[in-house]
Nanobody, 123 residues
Framework: VQLQASRGGSVQAGGSLRLSCAAS????????LGWFRQNPGMEREFVAA????????YYVDSVKGRFTISRDNAKNTAYLQMNSLKPEDTAVYYC?????????????????WGQGTLVTVSS
């Protein structure tokens, strides 16, 4: 599975951005797609995940109500709509594919990763 994330961007606090992640290759082996983020010197943090074949979604508490993960199976693409962005959302965001049916909050359960894309939120 190959994952291609869209470019991030820079916004002011309170603004919105939408990231996309297009999957190609043996996508049938993928059960879910997740988004993670990481800042230099910090651990990678789970952000959100969605199953490819169902509507199950998971979010880290800090983004609930502000971020929405969705998918378009026809395009093999998942999206992360980020609203009401805060400076603490600044990070490099990564999309990843998991072959498992659960445990999507753990990075160790993902076997394919896209390139990172920088999201910068200024105050």
């Amino acid at each position: 599975v190959q994952l291609q994330a869209s470019r991030g961007g820079s916004v002011q606090a309170g603004g919105s951005l939408r990231l996309s992640c297009a999957a190609s290759g043996r996508t049938s082996r993928s059960s879910a797609l997740g988004w993670f983020r990481q800042n230099p010197g910090m651990e990678r943090e789970f952000v959100a995940a969605i199953g490819w074949s169902d509507n199950i979604t998971y979010y880290v508490d800090s983004v609930k109500g502000r971020f929405t993960i969705s998918r378009d199976n026809a395009k093999n693409t998942a999206y992360l709509q980020m609203n009401s962005l805060k400076p603490e959302d600044t990070a490099v965001y990564y999309c990843a594919a998991s072959p498992y049916g659960n445990g999507w909050w753990a990075g160790r359960n993902y076997d394919h990763w896209g390139q990172g894309t920088l999201v910068t939120v200024s105050s």
